[in-house]
């Protein structure tokens, strides 16, 4: 699937960068099941609630995807979820 290079052109949630099947399969637990319910949403409320839903404490690295699709359907420029690491490792620190 082409990926969207803005929020606009995401029309489903495997068009939107670093989403493909499995991470769409989490946004679905999550109620989430299109580009729109992405809006507006905490990515530390997301993964915290998928981890407490489902029982699993998942790799902080999905915390990272998270972040990266949020901040993407609110605007920012499609990057990679490993350049969200560092923001998620402090702002946890901080916490």
Known sequence: MKKAKTAAQALELEAIPNI??????YLHQLG?????????QDPYVLYQQ?????GVMYDPCLLDTFIAVTRFMAGDPPLPWWRYTKERQK???AM
Request: aromatic share 0%; charged share 10%.
């Open 91 to 93: 702002m946890l620190k």
């Open 50 to 54: 998928l981890c407490t839903q489902t």
């Open 20 to 25: 493909g099947p499995i991470v769409a399969g």
């Open 32 to 40: 989430i099941h299109a580009p729109a319910d992405i809006q507006g």
